[in-house]
């Protein structure tokens, strides 16, 4: 056997495990397709969840990125709903500094990291892995645990035969931030005129505005996202800008491992509901796993993930399902937020990272009939 684990995917959630995984003395490999990889992605991380990973001291110091004050939420057909926070509740990165780092932390302590492609598998209680290395070499590596944390479009779920995640489509660009274009705000659209079942984006890097927006069929996304630069930035001139299609998994629990095939974040599908905010969780999931390996008890990663997160995606799978791709629904949710009292719940349970249990029920409460389906099956859950 050449490693206990080898890590497939060298994103938050595979950079992750390793980390973790060496840090317990136990010997890691990761394989990463493409170490300049810059994901698509509006890189907004809430502070509270690097705080809850223990990275957030190391990562503001090593790491660039922009600060954010404050958010605006624009309903379908009413005036944006402003609210603002304590300096640096979301903190913007660009994706391959970020990336890049987790890896870096990994490779410190201890995780061998090649540039390479896993092309195929052989499963066993021995895993047998063919990687095509970047210069074209073939190797084989031999280990005990194989993390599949390769993204939406797995291949290790390919290869080993465990379902994929279902998915929505995002189509998304950046420009420079000029100085009139500089900002600490974060922008979400709603409406079905620029996003279908999702949200119209404005994220604020260091140098630059991520810009994009999210539908359930990929051949609509092109007229979202038209629409979407008409109503917010129509000095831009459309023909000159590269897009990028790119899936993004919509939660739907499915199989944590597969034998010793474990899967994490994105391949796993775990991308909060609503907010679609999916670095956190990915990251998570991948500690949740690693430290089932550390045990040698890999039901136990399904345990962890369900104690701390079960209840909070399923509610809001559930209420996306209600109130997404219903312009009257999402008006009218959206507009009880301009109560101060219902934002800070709302802040606490999105942004805080505080413990879900206490504060689900309370948000949920706030919206009255409106919700009374979703409360009902909130009830079924509990029980
Ligand atoms: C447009 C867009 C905007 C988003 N914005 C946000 C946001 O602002 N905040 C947020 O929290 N989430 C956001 N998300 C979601 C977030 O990007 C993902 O949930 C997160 O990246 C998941 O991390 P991961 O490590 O599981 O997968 P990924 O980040 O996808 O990493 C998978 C890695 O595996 C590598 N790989 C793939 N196949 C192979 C192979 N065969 N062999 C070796 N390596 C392989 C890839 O190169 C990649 O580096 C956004 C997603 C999209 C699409």
Redesign the pocket.
Known sequence: MDYEVLV???????ATSANFLVKEGIETCL????LE?N???????PSAGLKDLELLDEIVKELKFNSIKKVTITPPFSEPIEVEFKNGEILIFN?LEF?SFLRQLAKKNGANIIE????SLEEGKIIKAIIKTKNGNIKTIHCKYLIG???????VCSLADINKPNYFW?I?FQIPSTNELKTDCCEFWFGSSQASFFYSWV?PGCNYL?I?TGAEKVNILKSLINNFIKKRFSYLDISKIKFRA????RWNKGSFHKKNIIL????LG??MPVS???????MKSAQFASEAIKQKKLELYEKLWNDRFRRQFSIMKKFQDYMFGNDNRIEKWLNIHRNPHIQELAMALWLRKEKSKNLIPLYLKAFGSLISRIALTQVKINM
């Open positions: 497939v995917g060298g994103g938050p959630a595979g394989i990463e397709r493409n990889f994901k698509p992605c509006g890189g907004g991380i994706r990336d390479g492609e896993l092309v944390a390769d993204g939406v479009n797995s291949r995002t998304s994220f991520s994009g790119f899936k993004i998994p994490c974040g994105d391949a775990t991308v679609f905010e999916g670095i956190y969780y990915a």
